[in-house]
């Protein structure tokens, strides 16, 4: 087994610990880790359930959700960059199809 799914099954475990500790169903926890999807995102959630302990799903699903729009802002402000830089590039270089 590589180290990506190592981290990603050790998170979600941790995630799906945090879950049950504060007693909401095993479908919360599942739900949860698909939409978060990464390790990273997973940590930041179960770290959020062991310091807080929300006591309702609500607030779970709240945070889960605060959590997957920074990240969707964090990949636009990238895709932003991106785009930015290259055509900052074809304004310092042309588009390369002029006689020089």
Partial sequence: MDDNKRRWLYS???LM?????LGFPDELGEAIVKNLGSPK???????YLVNVKPT???????EMLAICSEIEAWR???DSEDANAKYNEM???????EDE
């Fill in 91 to 97: 304004l310092y270089y042309g588009l390369g199809n």
């Fill in 17 to 21: 610990t945090a879950v049950k500790s």
């Fill in 41 to 47: 995102a997973m940590d930041r959630m179960t770290s």
């Fill in 76 to 78: 636009t402000k990238k």
């Fill in 56 to 62: 309702t799903p609500e607030l779970v699903v709240d």
């Fill in 12 to 14: 979600r475990d941790n």
